[in-house]
Nanobody
Framework: QVQLVESGGGLVQPGGSLRLSCVASGSIYIINAMGWYRQAPGKERELVGVIRSGGSPTYTDSVKGRFTLARDNAKNTWSLFMNDLQSDDTAVYYC????????????????WGQGTQVTVSA
């Protein structure tokens, strides 16, 4: 069974940086997209950034120029580099993948990590 495991959350001061990492383990045939979502208290879960197969990363407007997605396809890992963090970035961050475990599957499915807390506070 495929699992996504995040690491790297924590407490940081405004203007600081953090790196989140996600490792996908288990039997994986193909990953169509990988990325990160976040959910702040009292708000809907929102897409932070995503890399689709064969494409470049795309980001939500509020993090453009501050956050960067990077992936290592050979290791099924991807990271979110977050710079100039602000209080509005405080949220639980979830790694995400759209993948298939088996070549006989006709569709890919969404997989989620358990979430890691990022708190930006002085």
């Amino acid at each position: 069974q495929v699992q996504l495991v995040e690491s790297g959350g924590g407490l940081v001061q405004p203007g600081g940086s953090l790196r989140l990492s996600c490792v996908a383990s288990g039997s994986i045939y193909i990953i169509n997209a990988m990325g990160w979502y976040r959910q702040a208290p009292g708000k809907e879960r929102e897409l932070v950034g995503v890399i689709r197969s064969g494409g470049s990363p795309t980001y939500t407007d509020s993090v453009k120029g501050r956050f960067t997605l990077a992936r290592d396809n050979a290791k099924n890992t991807w990271s979110l580099f977050m710079n100039d963090l602000q209080s509005d970035d405080t949220a639980v961050y979830y790694c995400y993948a759209d993948l298939a475990e088996d070549p006989h599957w006709v569709s890919t499915y969404d997989y989620w990590g358990q979430g890691t807390q990022v708190t930006v506070s002085a």
